[in-house]
């Protein structure tokens, strides 16, 4: 089983994109799902999280405000909305859901691609 993200693309500074995960097959009930981000030369970061009652972690203060994450337990998805895009949101965009025991699924990634 894999996360599918989706929803990337080529996006003109200050705009908008919205990107969306879901899992290929069954994943369970997973306890936390979220967002990663590796930008070109550097490493993965975590950009935000969410539990499955709801509460919300964003990971840096670049981000606040810009990025909302959501997720639909019913159907195991998780969605990220990302306003006023800057050149250095360009990366590729990786979701995760992690289930009770720590196991976690990744989806292949989704490339963001901010131009100035």
């Known amino acids: 089983v894999q996360l599918q993200a989706s929803g990337g693309g080529l996006v003109q500074a200050g705009g908008s994109v919205r990107l969306s995960c879901a899992p290929s097959g069954n994943i369970g009930s997973p306890n936390l799902m979220g967002w990663y981000r590796q930008a070109p030369g550097k490493q993965r970061e975590a950009v935000a999280h969410?539990?499955?009652?709801?509460?919300?972690?964003y990971a840096d203060s670049s981000v606040q405000g810009r990025f909302t994450i959501s997720r639909d337990n019913a159907k195991n998805t998780v969605h990220l909305q990302i306003n006023s895009l800057k050149p250095e949101d360009t990366a590729v965009y990786y979701c995760?859901?992690?289930?009770?025991?720590?196991?976690?699924?990744w989806g292949k990634g989704t490339l963001v691609t901010v131009s100035s």
């Open positions: 969410m539990t499955s009652g709801g509460s919300t972690n």
């Open positions: 995760y859901a992690r289930v009770v025991g720590g196991m976690a699924y």
